[in-house]
């Protein structure tokens, strides 16, 4: 008898070694109308069964102990129960999700966004959830992430994403079904942080990255005492500040090269973006390019953000999921930042499939790196999804330049998504500079003749930009209210005027 008690007793602990990632959890949503693939870990060889909406899968664990199971495709609905090896997952949902990723304009809450009050008031969608990654830098892709599934509510809004969140509203009130939103963000990162080792080891042009990460380890030591240095008088001024009521200066920030440093190469897909990879998605959402818009890598941001995408869509094994972004918004950044040639890199990866940008050109502050109205910006956002995921025939983008044609003594430019024709925001049409050969710009006078803008000026004008500014004051849009890809023809140098 003693004998049967032990031998029961141990085979309870390998029914309970059944483990779910955190994304396999209470309040989640899965996504609709594709293979749903559900996985974790058990004890070699145990079997697995998953049950949910009438499908009942077995599997077993290899020797290693993993799982997965595939679900196969279903209708949006719920809230239903998933049942593993008899243990529930409660409050599920089938619907659309979403990525939301980049940096602190993405992380930036709906608590510090335009008319926060009022929208978290209003904040009431039990079949919107929102899943906040925590911040994690890795050395090698990791397997799951730590975080969980959290209702819409006015308690939790106030934390989520503001451009994922008015975004996931837009969509579940057009969409009519629940919406899933993944935040895996970080503040002040650039993209070579979000992006796998192997393709910035595959593109010759990307080693850049890798080698000056490089020197950056082998200076860490130096540069390491130097922090601590700064960090101790910091500290002592911070105390003074507080002690005289005053605000304390910033927190010098960690040297580049140090062990978890965000920056790293790959740290960040391996900790935030790589256990995601299994969860079934319709598509992902991107605001970054803040920290490439240096003057060593703005233009190599068109190579590295393409690979970027080409990378996370190759890992998801789901095809060309689409992949909707944020051009950098209207701002006055320091002087060895130029904003206009990261846009122009963000608009040549438009060449991909599947992709839409979201701009924000008129949204910005000058004096805020963090424009506050997320509420505008997440809906151009739900637009472009829903014309590029959903298919929708509606207007989703604003006028961009097709080509341009010369005339005596001037230039007509021609746009892609006109909508239903051009328009000048608030009065005389603004934002255009044209040039001569000698390659000196110059305000231009600039009117709409039908689907075309018609710029002059200066000598025999031969190229034209608008909008090339930081912080431009430019004008043109589509009469759907969107505003126009900022441009240029030239090949000048950038800093020409």
């Not at 992949?323 to 950044?333: D, E, I, R, T």
């Amino acid at each position: 008898m003693k004998t049967w008690i032990l031998l029961a007793a141990a085979s309870v602990p390998a029914m309970a070694e059944v483990k779910l990632p955190a994304l396999i959890s209470d309040n989640m949503v899965l996504q609709q109308g594709m293979p749903v693939r559900i996985w974790g870990t058990a004890a070699a060889g145990e079997a697995v069964t998953v049950t949910f909406l009438g499908q009942s899968v077995g599997t077993k664990a290899d020797r290693g102990g993993k799982w997965q199971a595939f679900l196969a495709p279903m209708a949006a609905g719920g809230p239903y129960e998933m049942t593993i090896n008899g243990a529930a997952v409660k409050n599920v949902l089938v619907g659309e999700v979403w990525v939301g990723s980049g940096q602190s304009n993405m992380v930036w809450p709906v608590a510090r966004s335009t008319n926060s009050e009022k929208e978290i008031g209003a904040a009431r969608y039990p079949s919107i959830r929102f899943f906040q990654v925590k911040t994690t830098v890795a050395a090698a892709p990791a397997e799951d992430v730590t975080g969980s599934w959290k209702e819409c509510t006015p308690e939790n809004a106030p934390t989520f994403s503001g451009v994922g969140y008015f975004f996931a509203r837009d969509l579940h009130l057009h969409q009519r079904v629940p919406v899933g939103f993944i935040q895996s963000a970080v503040g002040g990162t650039p993209a070579q942080a979000w992006t796998s080792r192997e393709a910035l080891e595959g593109n010759k042009m990307l080693h850049w990255y890798l080698e000056r990460w490089s020197k950056f380890q082998a200076e860490y030591p130096a540069a390491r005492g130097r922090y601590e240095q700064q960090l101790a008088a910091w500290k002592k001024e911070a105390a003074k500040a507080r002690a005289e009521g005053r605000e304390a200066v910033r927190q010098p920030q960690q040297p580049a090269g140090a062990p978890g440093h965000p920056h790293t190469p790959s740290g960040l897909y391996n900790g935030m973006i790589a256990p995601l990879t299994p969860y079934a998605i319709r598509g992902i959402t991107w605001y970054q390019g803040e920290a490439n818009a240096g003057p060593t890598d703005n233009e190599l941001y068109r190579v590295l953000f393409s690979e970027m995408i080409r990378d996370w869509r190759r890992v998801w094994g789901i095809g060309a999921v689409p992949f909707l972004w944020v051009q950098l918004a209207s701002y006055n950044p320091p002087g060895d930042r130029h904003w206009p040639m990261l846009r122009d890199s963000q608009t040549a990866t438009l060449d991909l499939k599947n992709t839409a940008q979201v701009l924000a050109i008129d949204v910005g502050e000058p004096n805020d790196i963090h424009p506050k109205d997320k509420l505008t910006v997440g809906r151009r956002m739900a637009l472009a999804a829903r014309a590029v995921a959903y298919g929708e025939n509606i207007v989703y983008s604003g006028p961009q330049l097709r080509q341009v044609s010369r005339e005596e003594g001037k230039l007509r430019l021609w746009f892609d998504h006109a909508g239903s024709g051009l328009a000048a925001r608030s009065g005389k049409l603004t934002g255009f500079r044209v040039a001569g050969p000698d390659g000196k710009f110059v305000d231009a006078e600039a009117v709409i003749e039908g689907a075309t803008v018609v710029v002059s000026g200066g000598n025999e004008p031969v190229a034209v930009r608008y909008a090339w500014e930081n912080d431009p004051k430019a004008n043109l849009v589509n009469r759907e209210g969107l505003p126009a890809v900022p441009f240029r023809t030239d090949a000048f140098p950038v800093g020409a005027n």
